[in-house]
């Protein structure tokens, strides 16, 4: 994936500065960030973040804050780059979603080897086919199909199905979906989700009623139980 977009946080230039140049010259690109108020905002900054490597004690927000948060909203995956190398810190990392665990010192080329292997994984996940009964989503011709016969749908009530089905039987909130769908700086009405679940029922015929709503909390895409 050349040109993928990665996100370095670590509060030592040096150590960042020699991340980025080995992923420069895998023709990443490269953002970083000092601290984890920081990260934050140049994670939601930017939606088409491909991975996130991460150190874990920082000022402002420790890594453990930062990867809490992004687990909110996103499972972009994310490498923790850290000294803390004792089984319960990386037990910690795991239980809150870490993809790779990386203690210091680290070689930077098994790094790489790491970093490429996981984003072919995603690029081949993200242009497989999404079904759920007689739904069907071809994320490479952008086409949605229910039973068989071609549904149109605008950007982002396609976005919006897409991400149903990428969370079939998880309660989505409105503000997940919000800033999933309609980016993380998205300033609107989140009355906007509730038009285009409507919109998009209607055009899904029968499976309409398989998008449940969840009362005080927003969203959730069910398969059939008959």
């Known amino acids: 994936m050349n040109g993928a977009k990665i996100l ?8 960042r500065g020699l991340i980025r140049d080995f992923l420069q010259r ?9 601290n984890g108020e920081e990260a934050l905002q140049k994670f ?19 890594g453990w804050q930062v990867l809490s ?9 994310v490498f923790m780059l850290t000294a803390l190398g004792e089984d ?25 080897a790491r970093i490429a292997a996981i984003l072919r994984k995603q690029e081949g996940e993200a242009t497989a ?14 086409q949605l199909t229910v039973d068989g016969e071609p549904v149109e749908l605008s950007l982002k009530e396609y976005e919006l199905m897409q991400y149903f089905l990428e969370n079939v039987g998880v309660a989505l909130s409105r503000e997940a979906i919000l800033n999933h769908v309609w980016n993380y700086n998205y300033y ?13 029922r209607s055009k899904l015929g029968a499976y309409g009623d398989n ?16």
């Open 188 to 200: 609107g009405d989140a009355r906007t989700i509730d038009t285009h679940v409507k919109k998009l």
């Open 26 to 34: 895998e023709k990443y690109t490269v953002i970083e960030a000092a």
């Open 69 to 77: 948060e992004i687990r909110r909203y996103s499972q972009v995956p």
């Open 8 to 15: 370095v946080v670590d509060d030592e230039e040096r150590m």
């Open 129 to 142: 086919p999404l079904s759920l009964d007689g739904l069907k989503l071809d994320r490479v011709a952008r």
């Open 88 to 112: 319960r810190d990386e037990i910690k990392g795991f239980e809150l979603g870490v993809d790779e665990y990386v203690t210091k010192p680290f070689s930077p080329r098994v790094l790489m």
């Open 211 to 226: 998008i449940k709503t969840i009362w005080g909390v927003g969203y959730k895409l069910e398969a059939d139980k008959k």
């Open 44 to 62: 939601f900054d930017s939606k088409d973040i491909a991975l996130v490597l991460l150190d874990v004690m920082m000022p402002k927000l420790d």
